[in-house]
């Protein structure tokens, strides 16, 4: 017997604990690249002694993907537009958002 409603009380508390975190790595991630972005391709550009940052970078992305799985999940149980509801929808977060999707793309 399936309930994907059981998720209702707690779905909000859910999905604010995966995208506040979420928000602050792409958020990181595009303040890093801004000073070296030419405004034509966004690419992760690393400096090449700079090793530790590579592997930070490398972090961060991996635990981006952690978190759009659960998020990919949750939204599979109780539905895309009821969880889309749900995620922050500021104007500050839509450039740092369309960068980290063409780095994903």
């Known amino acids: 017997l399936e309930c ?3 998720l209702d009380p707690s779905l909000e508390e859910m ?3 995966l995208s506040s975190p979420a928000r ?3 958020h990181d991630l595009f303040l890093s ?3 070296s972005d030419d405004g034509d391709d966004v690419e992760l550009e690393i400096e090449e002694g700079a090793t530790g940052n ?3 970078i490398s972090e961060k992305l991996d ?3 952690r978190l759009f799985s659960a ?3 949750v939204s599979k149980v109780r539905s895309r537009k009821r969880v889309q509801r ?4 500021e104007a500050a977060d839509v450039e740092p958002v369309l960068v980290a999707l063409r780095w994903f793309g």
């Open 4 to 6: 994907p409603t059981l």
């Open 15 to 17: 999905v604010r604990r």
């Open 24 to 26: 602050d790595i792409v």
């Open 33 to 35: 690249q801004s000073g």
């Open 54 to 56: 590579r592997d930070d």
């Open 63 to 65: 635990a981006l993907t």
């Open 71 to 73: 998020w990919y999940a």
């Open 86 to 89: 749900l995620l922050p929808h």
